[in-house]
């Protein structure tokens, strides 16, 4: 068996203990909780309120860059690599789509990389270096949130563990360059002041 499938067949065991070994009832409504966009309307409009406080004029250049950040990881993982890898998601894969609790819809057919991880991945990146970049702290927080939602996106059946890390890894990258580039951008001459974010 070459290294390739030793991988995929330690991500699909990994993959089953997740879903029918750490399973437990009162989870599954949190789990699928966690994945809903709607449950984190509450921190995007903190977020929007945290940088809009005092109106400064770069306000405007974080939340572009954020949503940029969201677009750019979302067409990356499920334009390109997606239809690139085509790895049949759990629900989808012969092989072990008989042992997946589907608490969710199986969505698209291809499961590599994680989409939901990139985008998230990516948006705390951006966030925790651009905001230590202007403020001085570091919002450690944001990894266990993104973290968390790559958790549950194995919990509910749609992703295996190693699609999440792949995602989450394509997520870093992506946030990390759109960090340095929101650094130039607001260092920059078009810009009147930096941003000002309170302490």
């Known amino acids: ?3 390739i499938e030793t991988l995929k067949s330690l991500d699909k065991i ?12 009162f989870l599954d409504n949190i789990m699928v909780g966690l994945r809903n966009p709607i449950t984190w309307i509450p921190l995007y409009l903190y977020m929007l309120y945290f940088i809009t406080k005092k109106k400064r004029n770069g306000s405007w250049l974080f ?5 940029l950040t969201v677009a750019i990881a979302d067409n990356v993982s499920a334009s390109l690599l997606k239809p690139y890898f085509a790895r049949l998601r759990p629900c989808a894969d012969p ?3 008989q042992y997946v609790r589907n608490l969710v819809d199986c969505g698209g ?16 990146t951006f966030w925790f270096w651009s905001i230590f970049k202007i403020t001085g702290k570091k919002w450690q927080w944001l990894w266990v949130w993104a973290l968390l939602i790559g958790y549950a996106q194995i ?5 295996y563990p190693f699609d999440i890390a792949a995602g989450a890894l394509l997520g870093w990258c992506i946030g990390l360059i759109m960090a340095k580039t929101f ?9 009147q002041q930096r941003i000002l974010l309170p302490v």
């Open 109 to 124: 057919l291809y499961s590599f990389p994680s989409s939901h991880a990139a985008n998230h991945f990516g948006l705390a």
């Open 183 to 191: 650094e130039i951008f607001s260092n920059g001459n078009f810009l």
């Open 14 to 25: 990994i993959f089953i203990l997740i879903q029918n070994d750490s399973d437990r009832f």
């Open 1 to 3: 068996m070459s290294l």
């Open 95 to 97: 092989e072990i789509y």
């Open 63 to 67: 939340i572009l860059f954020s949503i």
């Open 155 to 159: 919990y509910v059946g749609k992703h």
